[in-house]
């Protein structure tokens, strides 16, 4: 076994709350979307929005031409496609339309990039082909940017993976029309063959294809079976989302130049898997490629917050074997010089009251203490760390302490305050404050705060274990809390989804767990509510979630 063949893992680890009843999608638009398309329609992968700016917003559906225009098929004839905005469901009022022509070279999919919208402001759009409409979705565009508003609010999830469960959380995002936008911090889908994560016996629904996602085709096919999963049509449809990727759009572990699950002599170039990853994903997704075609970009809500969003994939070096002195190596990096240079700056210029920075892996150092020895197996599995003893995640910031040790150090040194990142990627759900010096602290004082959602569906411990959820895992809580006062909170087996409210005063997040994972109505409740205020760079409870 070599060094990078140790730090394999299913990535991903999170916590989560739920609210706590199975509210009725709201409206007719997620209803709509919630039923889903039939099969002679064009339109059969649903509608999305997504990066809301505060004259406008990204578009998106597919269309069908022809029973042969299947995804990934790169067949059927190019359609010109209709779209329209309007500010009312019933389309009396049209503020905006224009036309697409798509082709299979675009397998089929279509953006708009309106503008000319009216800021803060909900709209409800459709497209239209070969005498159909679309369904209809609903979207919102972002405040102006000398605005103050009073809050903004976020769905937060991370870590769909289809073959573990049902995508709950996505149903009762969409039913949440309060929201501003979802944040999808990565892993939207995973590259693996069906049954290799879970184990076949455990698989809720199989994957398609079945094997193992390695070129343009196959990256295709599989977006388009997430486009057709009913909470994700429902989601898509009544929020705006924000994505950024992690590593399974690509593959396990993905760096610049491979990843651990990518073995050149069987599977070829990774140079050309991952371009052809890359062009599935901005087809597929509602996200505009920003710098050198990758997903780090800015966006801004009025004068609460800049949202800072990360490309923590197409930059950065391999991964260094756990325990190694190379994650101090100040030439290794994750985030790759420019991009490193774009955040700092980004935050220094920052006047917003808020800096959040999404960011697809955990920033927070962790140091795991000691572990009982019925928990090395299922968290060195789902942290990629060696299973005779526990050491550091090497795939999280804790492999690049430069970058990290650089990024703190300008927070402190430069008095920026109010920077909370964002994370998803390690299926637990964590509340951090982030030290410079987690060794010292709380001599040490933090200089940003961290909250950590839970994965959608992909397996955490008592899933690897196949135990009741929050027994066996507590002793883990324990000692990784013991060993890192920084940590406030941590669920090692909840699923579920976050809501993150921006205030003037305050930042809280308010995690929600489902009921069961294999059950496509499972319920939603509250696990647990935390919140940074104004000025504090510290985590504290909230009593309540956000009003």
């Known amino acids: 076994m070599t060094d990078h063949d140790q730090i394999s893992r299913r990535t991903a680890v999170t916590a989560v709350a739920a609210t706590a009843a199975l509210l009725p999608l709201a409206g007719a638009t997620a209803a709509h979307a919630q039923q889903g398309p039939g099969q002679g329609s064009f339109f059969q992968h649903g509608v999305a929005s997504g990066d809301p700016l505060p004259d406008g917003v990204l578009l998106w559906t597919r269309v069908t031409p022809d029973p042969s225009a299947t995804p990934g098929s790169g067949r059927g004839p190019a359609t010109e496609v209709a779209w329209e905005v309007s500010a009312d469901k019933g389309f009396g009022t049209t503020v905006a339309r224009g036309k697409v022509t798509t082709s299979a070279a675009h397998d089929h999919t279509v953006k708009a990039d309106v503008r000319g919208l009216r800021p803060a402001t909900t709209y409800y759009y459709r497209f239209t082909a070969g005498g159909q409409h679309s369904p209809v979705g609903r979207t919102r565009t972002a405040p102006a940017h000398d605005a103050a508003p009073g809050n903004v609010r976020f769905g937060v999830v991370s870590c769909a993976n289809w073959e573990s469960g ?107 898997r991952m371009a052809a990853a890359k062009q599935a994903y901005f087809e597929w997704m509602p996200v505009r490629p920003s710098v050198a075609g990758t997903t780090y970009r800015r966006l801004r809500f009025g004068n609460l917050a800049d949202l ?22 100040p030439g290794r990096t994750i985030t790759g010089r420019a991009q490193l240079d774009w955040l700092k700056a980004g935050l220094e210029r920052s006047d917003t009251a ?93 200089v940003a705060t961290e909250f950590v959602v839970t994965s959608v569906t992909s397996d955490n411990v008592d899933d690897f274990l196949h135990v009741a959820p929050h027994t066996v895992s507590l002793a883990g809580v324990a000692a990784i809390r013991a060993a890192n006062r920084h940590v406030k909170w941590l669920d090692m087996d909840s699923h579920g989804y976050g809501v993150l409210d921006v205030q003037a005063e305050r930042t809280q997040m308010d995690y929600y767990g489902i009921s069961d994972k294999t059950d496509p109505n499972a319920t939603s409740s509250l696990l647990r509510s935390y919140r940074t205020r104004s000025g504090t760079q510290q985590i504290e409870r909230a009593d309540r979630p956000a009003g």
Not at 370 to 388: D, F, N, Q, T
Not at 389 to 418: C, F, K, M, P, V
């Open 354 to 446: 808020w800096r959040l920075v999404g960011t697809s892996v955990m920033i927070s150092q962790v140091a795991f203490g000691s572990i009982p020895a019925r928990l090395l197996g299922p968290l060195a599995e789902i942290l990629g760390i060696p299973k005779e003893g526990l050491a550091i995640n090497t795939d999280q910031w804790d492999g690049y302490t430069d970058d990290r040790r650089e990024l703190l150090s300008h927070l402190s040194d430069r008095g920026i305050d109010n920077t909370v990142f964002l994370t998803g990627d390690i299926h637990m759900a964590w509340a951090n404050d982030v030290p410079l010096k987690a060794a010292t602290y709380p001599a040490t004082p933090p």
């Open 166 to 272: 049902y995508f709950s959380p996505y149903r009762h995002l969409a039913a949440r029309t309060e929201l501003d936008a979802v944040l999808h911090l990565g892993d939207y889908l995973y590259e693996y063959k069906s049954g290799e994560y879970p184990d076949f016996k455990y698989v809720v629904r199989p994957h398609s294809p079945a094997h193992e996602l390695l070129t343009l085709a196959d990256y295709r096919i599989r977006h388009g079976v997430h486009k057709t999963d009913p909470d994700a049509l429902a989601m898509h449809a009544t929020h705006p989302v924000i994505a950024i990727w992690d590593d399974h759009e690509f593959a396990d572990n993905a760096w610049k130049g491979g990843a651990v699950n990518h073995q050149p002599d069987t599977e070829g170039s990774w140079s050309a």
């Open 308 to 329: 800072h969003l990360l490309d923590l994939r197409s930059f950065r070096d391999q991964q260094a074997a756990p325990g190694s002195g190379a994650v101090d190596d």
